[in-house]
Structures are given as structure tokens and as C-alpha cells.
């Protein structure tokens, strides 16, 4: 009564595995609740900004970078969700399924995408919307099981791939597939979420407000990983002014001396001390 039956039963499920005895809390069917809620307002934003009356997933020549890393994230979602279910670790299928939908689909993909949806008439708008839906639509159908009522809901609401039943209770699970794999592509992604990631992490620490932009500087390996097409992502999401790519920079331009370092596995990013420090 007090949280709701998809709240209790993904609370069950959460960190459960067989043969295991679980202590029943409050706090967790409240955190489950607050997924629940995550979800509905994702969906609601998704639901908002669609114009197609169907969903398609376009072909891959047409999917911008950010599109094929979440097919390909959410394609090997549902091949570990599958193999957890069949060794009935209920609880690890249901983690994925968790941090997926949160971090990497809520937190993550709608933010990249926003730009791109306010172009619902052009290609770029369409595009999005399709791989927002597919996605969306793969997301609820692997978390059916686990919370058939909100999933059920949202479902009806949503548009649908052609040949998909009206229910989601009789649609089919999502399985692993070739076509979706884009390990390169979501690789390459990855090394710009992490930078982006570190950037953040820094100017929290270091208490810099979203509102002052610095310069950044991208020292790496990877050139082609951090392409034009990803500039506008660290201007939006890493409070950028300007993005500089180069495999070495000279002590000139920027250093340890004159700018805030940050490390991640692919890049040294610097950050000059005057754009960030008053």
C-alpha cells in the first residue's frame, strides 16, 4: 500500500542469489520506489519529445557516434541480463538492468542526445528519436519481469516496432544481436564519457561552477576518438569554452605549471589555472 507492488518486488529481487537469507528494510523498497520514479520521468521526457508513430532502428550508416555506444551497451545488457537469468542470479540480472537504466540511458544518453531531439522535423531528430525509443522499449521488456506493472504502463504509451504485440507481457525478450554489436564505436565513446567524467569530478573538488567555462586541452593517442562531433558534449556537459585535441601540446601552450591535470586511461586533459581560478 505505502510503496507499491513493482517497489516491493524489485526490493526482493535487488542483491538476492540463491540459497541466500535477505534482512527486509524500509530503505530499500523506498530506493526501489525512487528507480520507479526515475523511470516514469525518464519515459515521460522520451514520450514528449516523440514525433514517429512507429520505431525503427535506423541502418548504422545513419546512427551518430552516441547512438551505435548505446545500441551497443544495451545489446550486451540484454545478452548478461539473459545468461544471469538462465544460472538464476536474479539479483545480478537485476543490478545491470539498474545501472543501465540510471547511469547510462537516464543520466547519460538523454542528456547527449537533448540538442538533437529539438530537431524533430530534420534526419538527425528522427534518427534520435527511433534509437531513444528502441532502447527505451529493449529496457522495459528486459525489466518486465521484475516490475510488470510500470512496464506495462509505459509501454502502452510508447510507439512500437512493427510486428511488436500490444502487450508487453507477450512481446519478446530481448536477445543479443550481431547487427547491434559496435565494440569500436562504443569503445571509442567511452574514452570521451570518461574525460568528460573526469572533468567534472575535478571542478567539484576544486569547487568551480558550472557557470565559469575554461578552456580544455586534450592530450592523447586517440585523436579520432575525440572528433569534432564530440566538442559539443564538453561544452555542454563539462563546462567548455574551447576544446583543443593534439597528441602533445607544447610548455608553451599548456602544463603542469600553468593548468590543472587530469588523467583517465586514454587522455591528459588540462585545464589552464586562469579560466578556473579567480
Known amino acids: 500500500k505505502q510503496y507499491g507492488a513493482d517497489a516491493l518486488r524489485f526490493a526482493l529481487a535487488s542483491g538476492n542469489s540463491p540459497g541466500n537469507d535477505m534482512r527486509f528494510s524500509d530503505e530499500k523498497i523506498e530506493a526501489a520506489r525512487n528507480f520507479a520514479n526515475k523511470l516514469w520521468n525518464a519515459s515521460r521526457f522520451v514520450?514528449?519529445?516523440?514525433?514517429?508513430?512507429?520505431?525503427?532502428?535506423?541502418?548504422?550508416?545513419?546512427l551518430a557516434l552516441e547512438d551505435k555506444w548505446i545500441?551497443?551497451?544495451?545489446?550486451?545488457?540484454?545478452?548478461?541480463?539473459?545468461?544471469?537469468?538462465?544460472?538464476?542470479?536474479?539479483?545480478?540480472?537485476?543490478?545491470?538492468?539498474?545501472?543501465?537504466?540510471?547511469?547510462?540511458?537516464?543520466?547519460?544518453?538523454?542528456?547527449?542526445?537533448?540538442?538533437?531531439?529539438n530537431d524533430k522535423d530534420r534526419d538527425r531528430g528522427r534518427i534520435c528519436q527511433n534509437v531513444l525509443a528502441y532502447v527505451l522499449i529493449g529496457t522495459l521488456k528486459l525489466l518486465h519481469p521484475f516490475m510488470p506493472f510500470i512496464t506495462e504502463e509505459i509501454y502502452q504509451s510508447l510507439p512500437h516496432e512493427a510486428g511488436d504485440p500490444e502487450s508487453i507481457m507477450i512481446s519478446s525478450y530481448p536477445e543479443y544481436s550481431e547487427t547491434c554489436c559496435f565494440e569500436q564505436e562504443s569503445e571509442q565513446f567511452s574514452r570521451v564519457i570518461d574525460a568528460i567524467k573526469a572533468i567534472r569530478t575535478r571542478r567539484s573538488e576544486m569547487n568551480v561552477p558550472p557557470s565559469r567555462k575554461s578552456k580544455v586541452f586534450i592530450q592523447t593517442k586517440y585523436k579520432s576518438s575525440f572528433s569534432d562531433n564530440c566538442y559539443p558534449f564538453f561544452v555542454s556537459l563539462a563546462s567548455a569554452s574551447q576544446v583543443m585535441v593534439a597528441d602533445e601540446f607544447s610548455p608553451d601552450e599548456v602544463s603542469a605549471d600553468n593548468a590543472v591535470q587530469i588523467i583517465t586511461d586514454s587522455a591528459s586533459i588540462y585545464l589552464p589555472l586562469a579560466d578556473i581560478i579567480d
Open 71 to 117: 545500441i551497443d551497451k544495451f545489446n550486451r545488457l540484454a545478452a548478461n541480463v539473459t545468461g544471469a537469468l538462465d544460472k538464476f542470479e536474479i539479483g545480478v540480472a537485476l543490478a545491470q538492468i539498474y545501472d543501465f537504466t540510471w547511469d547510462i540511458f537516464c543520466d547519460w544518453y538523454i542528456e547527449l542526445v537533448k540538442p538533437r531531439l
Open 47 to 62: 514520450r514528449m519529445n516523440l514525433t514517429v508513430e512507429s520505431v525503427e532502428l535506423p541502418s548504422s550508416e545513419k
